[in-house]
């Protein structure tokens, strides 16, 4: 099936070169000719693992192209998805929606024939309404149907999500577009991904329920590791022992600075304004915003307490500042409170991340680079472990200690334990692992017989 895919992003590059390599023949789209061109000549404008190689492979095979040109990118397609951006809209929260509307509009002066328009971006309920109205108003081809198929993939892992799926949403309101859909995802029925298909507005909320949902999981067990800490308790083993049963799972109960990047914080204050338009209160993802900001906030001075109250004059080093590992996503990081805070009371900042440096640089102008964690730990008085990058876990905690001017190290990933720290010669803090560090779990769990 021919498909275009509006906006080239970390979701529209994802999903248009996966759905080329399930055989479908797909036309990316982006206003940004710069963008356009560099994914012409095989230079990926986003860090997502394996990216390239499928990018460059369905490119040699010719089932995926690029362009800037609507017109012909959409030209014979029988699916058109939209993957434009919806960033909070600044001052009230609410889904900004201008860079949907506009493609909308765009798309409806160029379209020839009928297609499925079909929102891939995240968008409030009640949008697919709109975007059908502004395509009849201008001018779009009659038995031309919006669908809602919202986006579950997670950067630094997209592929394998948007290829083995937990599930895919499909929200439509007539039998073409769920025809169409289904022939889409026809090649994921062979790995048994269940396809559930809802109306159009019941798969717009499900996204923002979802989203909402896992905020609400990461801030309760980051209000567990506050508890821990002042009880003596260890959140780690905390988290195993309720991720242990199945009725809770033991995902997204990895305590931290507090949840970033481009969909949480965004998506949970959409939900929100949706909530207060239809007059529907919504007090638990309310609190986990004001939970969320709060601890995003407080990072910096949890250094400052480690290093016994203050920062001034301090420097301070930074391993990784990505949202999370695996991608270069610097949207919402928490590292950015973090460094703001650290600057503003008066210490310096040296980071390092494996490749979100450049993207950082335009964020964090005052901040300085180190092409190696070593080198952004030379003199420094604190290190701080802010991404939890895999590449971080096995660094040589004693070259640290040698390097350091300092020797606390502030872990707000628990990358590290408190004994493999003090062997070798570190202050060692964690996130929610009590006033006495126990090392590795003490749950011990018998498995294979
Ligand atoms: P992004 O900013 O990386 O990409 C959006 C792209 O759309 C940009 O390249 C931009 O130039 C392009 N664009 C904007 N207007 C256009 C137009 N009229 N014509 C052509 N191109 C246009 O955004 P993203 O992270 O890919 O997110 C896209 C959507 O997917 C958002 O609604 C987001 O909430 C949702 N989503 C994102 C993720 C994620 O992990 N990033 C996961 C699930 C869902």
Request: glycine share 10%; charged share 25%.
């Amino acid at each position: 099936m021919r498909i275009a895919m509006i906006g080239t992003g970390y979701v529209g590059l994802v999903s248009g070169a996966c759905l080329s390599d399930f055989g479908h023949e797909v036309v990316c789209i982006d206003k940004d000719a710069g963008k356009i061109d560099a994914l012409k000549k095989g230079v990926m404008p986003i860090w997502e693992p394996g990216l390239e190689a499928l990018v460059s492979a369905n490119v040699e095979r010719g089932r995926l192209s690029f362009t800037t040109d609507l017109g012909e990118g959409v030209e014979g397609a029988e699916a058109i998805f939209i993957a434009v951006g919806t960033p909070a809209r600044r001052g009230d929260g609410h889904a900004d929606l201008t860079y949907v509307f506009d493609a909308v509009r765009e798309l409806a002066r160029v379209m020839k024939a009928p297609a499925v328009v079909v929102t891939k971006s995240t968008v409030p309920v009640g949008t697919g309404d709109r975007i059908t109205e502004l395509l009849q108003q201008e001018g779009a081809p009659a038995g031309t149907s919006v669908a809602s198929n919202p986006e579950f993939l997670r950067e630094g892992a997209a592929i394998r999500d948007f290829k083995i799926p937990d599930r895919i949403v499909v929200g439509a309101e007539d039998d073409k577009a769920r025809e169409v859909l289904r022939e889409i995802y026809r090649p994921l029925f062979l790995n048994q991904a269940p396809i559930l298909f809802t109306g159009r507005r019941t798969a717009e909320l499900t996204k923002y329920a979802a989203n909402a949902f896992l905020a609400v999981k990461i801030s309760f067990i980051n209000e567990i590791a506050n508890l821990c800490e002042a009880v003596d308790a260890d959140v780690q083993d905390v988290a195993r022992g309720i991720g242990l049963d199945n009725r809770i799972g033991p995902k997204f109960l990895h305590p931290g600075p507090g949840y970033g990047g481009s969909c949480f914080p965004k998506d949970t204050l959409a939900l929100l304004q949706t909530a207060n338009e239809a007059g529907v209160e919504q007090r638990i993802v309310d609190t986990v915003v004001k939970v969320n900001d709060d601890r995003k906030g407080s990072m910096a001075n949890r250094v400052a307490k480690a290093l016994g109250g203050s920062v001034d004059g301090k420097r301070i080093a930074l391993l990784g500042l990505a949202f999370k590992q695996n991608t270069d996503d610097m949207r919402d990081a928490p590292s950015i409170p973090l460094v703001k805070g650290l600057l503003e009371q008066g210490a310096s900042v040296t980071a390092f991340d494996p490749v979100a440096v450049e993207n950082a640089r335009k964020i964090m102008p005052d901040a300085e680079f180190a092409g190696d964690p070593y080198d952004a730990a030379q003199d420094a008085d604190a290190l701080v472990v802010v991404t939890e990058w895999d590449e971080f876990r096995a660094l040589d905690l004693g070259r640290f200690a040698k390097v350091m001017r300092g020797k606390v190290v502030v872990d707000l990933r628990n990358v590290y334990n408190r004994a493999d720290a003090e062997e070798a010669g570190l202050e060692y803090v964690g996130i929610g692992r009590g006033r006495v560090d126990r090392g590795a779990s003490r749950l011990k769990l018998v498995r294979n017989g």
